[in-house]
């Protein structure tokens, strides 16, 4: 059974940081692409980052200079760290991994207080 699961959400006041985790079960983790995505109420879901199983890294405009992503294949975790939150990184925050599947974590909360 595959599962992915994120932690690290909550409260923060803009300026502040964050850092997510996600842990994969079920998967040879290191074969697979993994992103962070975000849904905002009332927006459609955006890829916010992603890193290849190769490592290599890609931001959305709006965090480049203050959300890197990083991987740990021999846990099976990705992480995003968040830096200089905005209100509008407000969202719910989901992890991906991707090879010849998609498979979704259930969301873990971010709320950046102004």
């Known amino acids: 059974q595959v599962q992915l699961v994120e932690s690290g959400g909550g409260l923060v006041q803009a300026g502040g940081s964050l850092r997510l985790s996600c842990v994969a079960s079920?998967?040879?983790?290191?074969?697979?692409?993994v992103g962070w995505y975000r849904q905002a109420p009332g927006k459609q879901r955006e890829l916010v980052a992603q890193i290849s199983r190769g490592s290599a890294t890609y931001y959305v405009d709006s965090v480049k200079g203050r959300f890197t992503i990083s991987r740990d294949n021999a846990e099976s975790m990705v992480y995003l760290q968040m830096n200089s939150l905005k209100p509008e990184d407000t969202a719910v925050y989901y992890c991906k991994a991707n090879w010849y599947n998609d498979y979704w974590g259930q969301g873990t909360q971010v709320t950046v207080s102004s």
């Open positions: 079920g998967i040879r983790f290191s074969m697979y692409n």
